[in-house]
């Protein structure tokens, strides 16, 4: 016998029809899945992140954001991660407790600190990187290739307008 899948959000918006059938709930069904499908997403790579010795998934992305940079500013880890400079200190505070990373005046500007990983804040950012991209592989492996290339470009489209706009020098 096998067991069936229960789909929560078909359940939640089959409540919601009845209620209102008169209503185009579309909009709403994809909301709904796009936000369960990112909680248990972000379930999952806390429960990655954590089992390779960062304290949370937080601490992981600061940690990758200076892994991707080489060196960055705790100003400009606040604005990359949409923290406050107290959240970026908090982080940066754990993460040189566990020798992961480093706080060092600029070698171009005396007045400016920056932040740079440790070897092995590199070999545990990249750790955490292989596995977090076998999870996503793996999380994709219902749709094709080219149902996965025709997602990121819808949800691309989708996010755009919450983007913002990057600025490119003049050539």
Known sequence: MSEAVVD???????SWQRLRP???ITAFVIGMRIRRAATVMTQALAHIVTEI???????????????????????????????????????????????????SVSRKDARVIEVRLTPR???????????????QVAVLEPLDGVEQVQLAELLQRVLAP?????????R
């Not at 919450?162 to 003049?170: G, L, Q, T």
């Open 8 to 14: 929560y959000t078909a359940g939640a918006l089959g």
């Open 121 to 135: 804040g590199r070999r545990r950012v990249d750790a955490a990187f292989d596995r977090i991209a076998r999870y």
């Open 53 to 103: 010795g960062f304290a949370g998934f937080g601490d992981y992305q600061l940690a990758a954001e200076v892994r991707t940079a080489g060196a960055l500013q705790p100003s400009d880890i606040a604005a990359r991660l949409m923290l406050t400079r107290a959240g970026v200190t908090g982080r940066l505070d754990r993460l040189e407790h566990d020798g992961l990373v480093v706080r």
């Open 22 to 24: 008169n209503t185009d």
């Open 162 to 170: 919450h983007d913002e706009p990057v600025s490119r020098p003049n």
